[in-house]
């Protein structure tokens, strides 16, 4: 196996990968959430009836274009440790909310994320609960209901109660409560008072109005994303535009596993709204609806159960459910999983292909951060440990490339000697390998454990909000952002603002010059072209990870201080070793490690 060629595949296939991500970071910038506005607009409610024996076809299938209200809504705020919000009991609808804890900038006084607003606004997104009739003849609430209310306002401890009663026997109730962190618990209850039966179909939405402005980036997912019949189902904007709603998504999943829930939601990088059923039994199938208006695309997920409900004369019917709308935090999610059984609600965060190794990654992080109080000191701590976890491999692999660098005379004869005898040079060169007792790849040992060690840390800082405006210390104010500062404008000394691809922060510079002195601790490949490539890979790689998340280029960084630290000396003994061998052993003796020096 030739190492030289195997290191330049690998090479340029992190080469393509990075360009292909610095690209899409360049298109696709990080929307930012708007700000909360008032609204007094009513909600389209569709009543369309169900499909008998299907899923429910009404909530959201087709667009309804609501009357003008005659009337404000009358708004129930919302408030706990961590939101605040209201909902409208016109229509029945969470039309707002906003994250306590989050910001959408490092700037103190920087507005806080809004998650949720108004229909009628630019960015319009809620949550909504309602029924349909599906007998065609019940009078079930809609878009202009106004619901009588007992409560509020809703917190963490007081829940509100809506009810109202159709004029026909049949009294609705939604009872609506919320813990101190992000979920939101309903109970629809229909008692049918009246001498016949009728038959409704529950259901919950949750309701984008616009198509979000998302990051583009292909190791992340933005769209659609649920667990239904146990495995994890996600589907973009652009794909949900494009395929519209087939078959498998207007249908959904029954979630009936006694073990565990299944649920469904819409899913931006770092916040998440989700519908999941309550831990009562009921059945559920959940669907995922394009709805097209015009130019204006609309996006929903619902839930209902798989056929509408027969509640006869004197009965009551109830539907529980649970909304999540918040920040997609992996020990909460993770809490929300265990207790209250949802089955990996924790993927809601995308940890990617190395998800067994991304999310004990972060854990090993969040412990650490937990004891300095600095997410940058937890990475180099953390990188500290992986290189003692694999200290004896690299070990190996490093006495290898020094015994291929002290060989190196050696190998440029042999290669002169049978340059015109190819077949002839190769056995030479194993002969020299198995003389030597050398293994040519395993120098490569270092590069493909550094591969997956490095996407899994990249998935980290990219992905978890726990990395999100970390600071770390001097100018780097958010390790999940790029170094801001450039060399082009000698680091802000220079009233100059370089294009994007001018970007050469301090960081990638230090992350450059490591690569370049840990290149020259390696033995030079004897083909000019492969020379050329390792020798411009420093240079190539600065530039391809300015764009990155500081905090990744602070690890490179810190790991090639620490490798060429024990590739120098690991190389230093080697060469002690091999010169006080004679040569009839194998050794290169004093005379020849005093002439290298």
């Not at 930012?32 to 008998?52: G, H, I, K, N, R």
């Not at 009628?120 to 997104?125: I, K, L, S």
């Not at 589907?235 to 949900?240: A, F, K, L, P, R």
């Not at 709204?273 to 831990?279: I, Q, V, Y």
Request: hydrophobic residues 45%; contains cysteine.
């Amino acid at each position: 196996m030739d190492q030289k060629r195997l290191l330049a595949a690998i090479a340029l296939s992190i080469g393509i990968l990075l360009t292909f991500e610095v690209y899409n970071r360049s298109q696709n910038p990080v929307p930012v959430a708007p700000p909360p506005a008032a609204s007094t607009a009513a909600v389209p409610l569709p009543s369309t009836p169900a499909t008998p024996g299907g899923a429910a076809t009404a909530p959201g299938a087709a667009s309804v274009t609501a009357a003008p209200a005659v009337a404000p809504a009358r708004m129930i705020p919302v408030e706990n440790p961590r939101v605040q919000g209201r909902i409208s009991a016109r229509g029945l609808m969470l039309e707002s909310l906003i994250l306590k804890d989050y910001r959408e900038t490092i700037e103190r006084n920087s507005p806080l994320v809004t998650l949720l607003a108004p229909r009628n606004t630019p960015e319009g997104y809620f949550g909504q609960w309602g029924w349909t009739s599906a007998d065609g003849r019940t009078r079930v609430p809609d878009n202009d209901t106004d619901w009588n209310v007992t409560g509020g306002p809703l917190t963490a401890t007081s829940p509100v109660t809506f009810t109202w009663d159709n004029g026909q026997g049949q009294v609705f109730e939604a009872v609506l409560s919320l813990d101190a962190n992000y979920m939101f618990h309903m109970q629809q209850r229909v008692r049918n008072n009246s001498a016949e039966p009728v038959q409704l179909l529950p259901w919950a939405r949750i309701r984008r109005e616009r198509t979000p402005q998302v990051a583009g980036f292909f190791i992340l997912h933005e769209g659609f994303i649920a667990v239904q019949d146990g495995r994890l189902t996600e589907i973009t904007y652009s794909d949900g535009k494009k395929e519209q709603t087939g078959p498998r998504r207007a249908q959904g999943s029954a979630w009936d596993n006694e073990a565990a829930e299944g649920w469904a939601g819409l899913s931006d990088k770092y916040w998440l709204t989700a519908l999941t059923r309550a831990d009562d039994g009921t059945r559920l199938r959940s669907a995922f609806r394009h709805i097209q208006d015009g130019p204006i695309d609309r996006w929903q997920v619902d839930v209902a159960p798989p056929a509408p409900v027969t509640i006869a004369p004197g009965a009551t019917d109830t539907l529980a459910t649970r909304l999540f709308a918040g920040a997609k935090e992996v020990r909460l999610l993770d809490d929300y999983a265990t207790r209250l059984r949802i089955q990996d609600f924790d993927k809601a965060i995308d940890f990617g292909w190395f998800y067994f190794i991304t999310k004990p990654f972060f854990y090993g992080l969040d412990w650490l951060f937990v004891l300095t109080g600095n997410m940058g000191i937890a990475i180099l701590l953390f990188t500290l440990g992986l290189k003692i976890a694999f200290f004896p491999l690299a070990n190996k692999a490093y006495k290898s490339m020094s015994r291929m660098r002290l060989l190196a005379p050696k190998m440029t004869e042999i290669r002169e000697r049978y340059k015109e005898e190819p077949q002839k040079m190769q056995a030479e060169m194993m002969s020299l390998y198995k003389t030597e007792k050398i293994n040519p790849a395993s120098g490569c040992l270092p590069i493909l454990i550094q591969i997956p060690v490095f996407f899994a840390l990249y998935k980290v800082l990219f992905v978890t909000i726990e990395m999100r405006h970390a600071p770390f210390f001097g100018w780097i104010q958010d390790l999940s952002a790029p170094d801001p500062t450039n060399f082009f404008n000698l680091f802000g000394l220079i009233p100059f603002d370089p294009p994007t691809f001018l970007h050469l922060p301090a960081w990638a510079i230090a992350m450059g010059l490591t690569m370049y002195f840990q290149q020259k601790l390696n033995p030079q490949p004897p083909d000019p072209i492969q020379q050329k490539i390792f020798q411009w890979m420093p240079v190539i790689f600065t530039f391809m990870l300015a764009s990155f998340p500081a905090g990744l280029v602070i690890y490179w960084t810190w790991n090639n201080l620490l490798s060429i630290g024990q590739q120098w000396y690991i190389m230093r003994l080697d060469a002690k070793a091999q010169a006080a061998k004679p040569p009839s052993q194998g050794g290169t003796g004093g005379g020849a490690i005093a002439a290298k020096k």
